[in-house]
């Protein structure tokens, strides 16, 4: 059974940092791509940033130099830094495995920015 599991959200002030983790179980991540997105009340889901099973990474232009994704294969996880917070970001994260013809949703991660 393939699960991906979201943690790291919570409350930051505008400015601040928070790095999110997306934990696979099921599949391995380097052979996947494994892309975040985020979803604000009233809004569709929007994409974050991905990492494809080659290490390239691509970015909203929203988010650029502000969050980077990488991947520890050891731990079979992807992350998601987020610096320089700013209210907009406050959404529900979540982390999507895409690959072999499948794709996979973690449950999300609450994140606000807000002083």
């Known amino acids: 059974q393939v699960q991906l599991v979201e943690s790291g959200g919570g409350l930051v002030q505008p400015g601040g940092s928070l790095r999110l983790s997306c934990a696979a179980s099921g599949i391995i991540v380097s052979s996947y791509a494994i892309g975040w997105y985020r979803q604000a009340p009233g809004n569709q889901r929007e994409f974050i940033a991905t990492?494809?099973?080659?290490?390239?990474?691509n970015y909203a232009d929203s988010v650029k130099g502000r969050f980077t994704i990488s991947r520890d294969n050891a731990l079979n996880t992807v992350y998601l830094q987020m610096n320089s917070l700013k209210p907009e970001d406050t959404a529900v994260y979540y982390c999507?495995?895409?690959?072999?013809?499948?794709?996979?949703w973690g449950q999300g991660t609450q994140v606000t920015v807000s002083s």
């Open positions: 999507k495995g895409t690959g072999w013809g499948r794709t996979y």
């Open positions: 990492i494809t099973s080659g290490g390239s990474r």
